[in-house]
């Protein structure tokens, strides 16, 4: 899989764009805003999209994904777990940056833990990480040695968890489990941010600082 990659929004937001050389197959990550810029991203790489897995449901995440859905004519997947917070996210919109926004897009599936996306030869493992919202996955890809995990953990930090849903010590426990038991060496795509390794947070991140490797 050869990953493609645009901040978007006025929250920043990572957006990943998947793709399959070898079926021309695409899943696209996250496409928090500025719909334009992610479909010149699809047209240049010459991908079809056939879906958009989300990491979870927050408004800065799902922005773009009515208008992407609309012209690729993906699916639009998320955790069940994130319904009710799809369903808040036009108000939160309007809250935090005045905007309207709305209906939000239409639930095509679910992503469950422990299910495997396939994509060309690629494989992805969804993984739950909730405590930033219920519903919050994650994307690992084992042969590369790499995972997308939305705003569970940042270079640095970790997701703010005082939103309604939200769990602190839910959280810890989940990166624990998820995240920090997978190599030192893979690579992590957060929602917000740098890019950083499993191995750098271990060490250096101040809420994870010290946890052995299992």
């Not at 939200?166 to 995240?179: E, F, G, K, T």
Request: aromatic share 8%; with cysteine; charged share 15%.
């Amino acid at each position: 899989m050869i990953m493609h990659h645009i901040v978007v929004g006025m929250l920043q937001v990572n957006c990943f764009l998947l793709h399959a050389p070898d079926s021309n197959e695409a899943y696209l990550i996250d496409p928090g805003d500025n719909a334009p810029a992610i479909l010149r991203l699809i047209e240049r790489v010459g991908a079809k999209v056939t879906r958009i897995i989300n990491t979870h449901a927050h408004f800065d995440h799902v922005l773009a994904a009515p208008e992407v859905k609309a012209a690729t004519g993906a699916g639009f997947y998320l955790h069940e777990a994130e319904l009710p917070v799809l369903g808040w996210a036009a108000e939160a919109a309007a809250s935090w940056l005045g905007l309207k926004w709305g209906p939000p897009p239409t639930v095509d599936g679910y992503l469950n833990a422990g299910d495997e996306l396939r994509l060309g030869a690629g494989v992805l493992e969804i993984r739950h990480v909730p405590g930033h919202s219920p519903g919050s996955v994650i994307f690992v890809d084992h042969a590369g040695r790499r995972a997308w995990v939305g705003d569970t953990v940042f270079a640095g930090g970790i997701g703010r968890t005082d939103f309604p849903g939200c769990s602190y010590p839910q959280l810890i426990a989940a990166i624990r489990s998820q995240i920090l038991s997978l190599p030192d060496d893979y690579a992590l795509y957060p929602g917000h941010g740098p890019f950083t390794t499993v191995g750098r947070e271990r060490r250096t991140n101040p809420f994870l600082a010290g946890e052995l490797q299992t």
